[in-house]
């Protein structure tokens, strides 16, 4: 490895680094936020809607204000170094400029991100973090000391990589609408198929607030709820069915992770349904769910053809 490859490479893992704390922090300042793991849940749940949010440690809001602000500078200096090495390095740049774009947008959108009724704004949070952790880990890949193993099972983890990003995109919908206490425990919401609209789904429409601070979840939040929970059995199926197929190919360690992942991501939402969605379990669900599209971003590089 050349000096000027293995600065860009020490470059890009710190801000990796620092993508992985600014992803936690900002899930857990947002989830934090809407009320879940309240003590008198679910009554508390949503009041941030009405400014009341809970109080929560400074040091957190310090921690990713900081972190974010320096992810920032470091995107702009790894575009400029991809940009310097775009003759010898082709790929890097693409990718760099994609990460410094996200970058751009999520500053934009920070005006906004303070007025919880917009679900667009949170949505956009929740995706652009995810979208630069996972240009960052791309470009960290390949850096990586691995030989490209050609697979036919490339095109089906593309497929499983569209899926997960649908239904990660859609539990965001979900965690932005405050849809956690609208359909309590495992049997889900009685009868919400006959209030549901494609309505809902629309990321720009404007939350409510009750005149008391108490948000009362409606058929938009049940309709996301309900359709995030029965979007994960065919998004689980398919992605155990692609572990599977890894282990008929040899590439046992890939396909007991990925199966080991999904079934913990399952549980954890299943958790998380049956407690009444606990901070803690949320979190983990959420973290899963990036570890998840981490696993299906290095499939996909490792079974690319070798060039």
């Known amino acids: 490895m050349t000096d000027g490859n293995r600065t860009f490479y020490l470059l890009v893992r710190i801000t990796l680094a620092l993508m992985v704390v600014v992803v936690l922090l900002s899930a857990y300042m947002r989830l934090s936020a809407t009320g879940l793991g309240c003590p008198d849940w679910p009554g508390c749940y949503g009041r941030v809607l009405a400014g009341l949010a809970p109080p929560r440690p ?39 400029l994609a990460l410094f774009g996200l970058t751009a947008f999520l500053a934009a959108i920070g005006k906004w991100t303070h007025d919880a009724r917009l679900p667009a704004v949170a949505l956009g949070n929740l ?38 990003a649908a239904q990660t995109a859609l539990g965001g ?13 495992l049997t889900g919401c009685d009868g919400w198929w006959q209030q549901a609209s494609l309505a809902a789904f629309n990321p720009f429409h404007a939350l409510g607030v009750a005149r008391d601070g108490n948000f009362a979840p409606g058929a938009t939040q049940q309709t996301l709820h ?14 155990v069915w692609l572990g599977i197929c890894l282990l008929r190919e040899s590439r046992r360690l890939s396909g007991l992770l990925l199966i080991a992942t999904i079934a913990l991501q399952v549980a954890l939402g299943f958790g998380a349904a049956a407690c009444g969605s606990p901070l803690i379990l949320v979190l983990l669900h959420n973290a899963a769910a990036a570890f998840l599209l981490l696993v299906l971003v290095t499939l996909n590089y490792r079974l690319r053809k070798q060039v």
Do not use: K
Request: glycine share 10%; net charge positive.
């Open 127 to 164: 995706l652009g973090g995810l979208g630069m952790l996972l240009l960052l880990w791309r470009l960290h890949l390949g850096y990586m000391p691995q030989r490209a193993t050609p697979s036919g099972l490339r095109g089906w983890v593309l497929v499983g990589m569209a899926l997960l």
């Open 226 to 239: 309900m359709a995030h929970r029965f979007l994960a059995l065919p998004v689980s199926g398919y992605l």
């Open 58 to 96: 400074e040091w957190i809001n310090i921690t990713h204000r900081f972190a974010a602000s320096i992810m920032g500078l470091a995107a702009l200096v790894i575009v400029a170094l991809a940009w310097r090495r775009r003759r010898t390095a082709p790929r890097d740049f693409p990718l760099a």
């Open 173 to 185: 919908m979900s965690s932005a609408n405050f849809a956690a206490s609208s359909c309590a425990g």
